[in-house]
């Protein structure tokens, strides 16, 4: 079965400070990758897909990037965090193929950033 | 208009009764309909996913979707407290890049005791 892991799970950081995350999922091959971030109270923001390696889409400009290193593994980071970078980030994956159940995505168990 | 819409509530539901979600979406090519529950302070679990028009039934969840009027809905039958979440619709477009999906806001369901 596919498993999705992020780290870390808490993180608080002072303005300014750089940021990495990490996402990787087992036990599948070649899958499409998403990155979101919800603010408090708010609802999902596509931040960044990836349908393969280095293959990077972003949605909102930002100071925020995604790299995708390995073919199960996204990464999402920032030069210099800003306050308003603070909220619930969640890596999510899908089968990579067309039609019916592949559609659906699958949520890791996010990472809470909170900038200072 | 928002491509996804859906009532932020609460839905303040009695213990026992029935639970009842609507979304509706812009997109008329949509083709693929999926319910997400998410507990306060966690991730986004996938409960129901549908693509016909109609009724799907899993448990005490029933999705129904009806393309021609553009919604989905979602019934939670005999709502448990356990139930209390955030319910969040997803779309996915037919040709949306990258196989995105597009989230409603979320409501907000209270099962009281």
């Known amino acids: 079965s596919q498993t999705i892991h992020q780290w870390p799970a808490t993180l608080v950081q002072p303005v300014g400070s750089p940021l990495s995350l990490e996402c990787t999922v087992e036990?599948?091959?070649?899958?499409?990758l998403y990155w979101y971030r919800q603010a408090a109270g708010r609802g999902l923001q596509l931040l960044f897909y990836s349908v393969g390696i280095g293959q990077i889409s972003s949605e909102v400009p930002q100071n925020l990037s995604a790299s995708r290193p390995q073919d199960r593994q996204f990464i999402l980071s920032s030069k210099k965090l800003l306050l308003s970078d603070s909220g619930f980030y969640l890596c999510?994956?899908?089968?990579?193929?067309?039609?019916?159940?592949?559609?659906?995505?699958?949520f890791g168990p996010g990472t809470r950033l909170t900038v200072t | 208009q928002k491509e996804v819409e859906q009532n932020s509530g609460p839905l303040s539901v009695p213990e026992g009764a029935i639970a009842s979600l609507n979304c509706t979406y812009s997109d008329r090519v949509s083709q693929s309909f999926f319910w997400y529950r998410q507990y306060s302070g966690k991730s986004p679990e996938l409960i129901m996913s549908?693509?016909?028009?109609g009724d799907k039934e899993d448990g005490r969840f029933t999705a129904q979707l009806n393309k021609a009027s553009q919604y989905v809905s979602l019934l939670i039958r005999d709502s448990q407290p356990s139930d209390s979440a955030t319910y969040l619709c997803a779309v996915n477009p037919i040709k949306a890049a990258g196989n995105k999906l597009t989230f409603g806001g979320g409501t907000r369901v209270l099962v009281k005791p």
């Open positions: 999510a994956w899908r089968e990579e193929g067309s039609g019916g159940a592949q559609y659906e995505q699958y």
């Open positions: 549908i693509y016909s028009n």
């Open positions: 036990g599948t091959s070649n899958p499409n």
